[in-house]
């Protein structure tokens, strides 16, 4: 079975930097696109940022340059540097894989960004 394991969350100042990392362990037949997710309180989950397996990028809106996704096939991981971080950015982040036919989810790591 695959497991998806955020780490690098935590609390951080408005206008500082973190960086996000999610390693995929298990079998998987293939691995297509690779992303990260947020989901505020009260709030329904989105998109942050998603990398293809041809290393294609796209960003939401808010991110506005700040945040950096990026991928080691090699290591199966994907990795979210943010940087600029406002307290709207304050939320749980899951690391999301895109398998063959399905869809593998991480637990979610919390960033809080706060004074």
């Known amino acids: 079975q695959v497991q998806l394991l955020e780490s690098g969350g935590g609390l951080v100042q408005p206008g500082g930097s973190l960086r996000l990392s999610c390693a995929a362990s298990?079998?998987?037949?293939?691995?297509?696109?690779m992303g990260w997710y947020r989901q505020a309180p009260g709030k329904q989950r989105e998109l942050v940022a998603r990398?293809?397996?041809?290393?294609?990028?796209n960003y939401a809106d808010f991110v506005k340059g700040r945040f950096t996704i990026s991928r080691d096939n090699a290591k199966n991981m994907v990795y979210l540097q943010m940087h600029s971080l406002a307290p709207e950015d304050t939320a749980v982040y899951y690391c999301?894989?895109?398998?063959?036919?399905?869809?593998?989810w991480g637990k979610g790591t919390l960033v809080t960004v706060s004074a």
């Open positions: 999301n894989v895109v398998g063959m036919n399905r869809n593998y």
């Open positions: 298990g079998r998987m037949f293939s691995i297509n696109a």
């Open positions: 990398i293809s397996s041809g290393a294609s990028t």
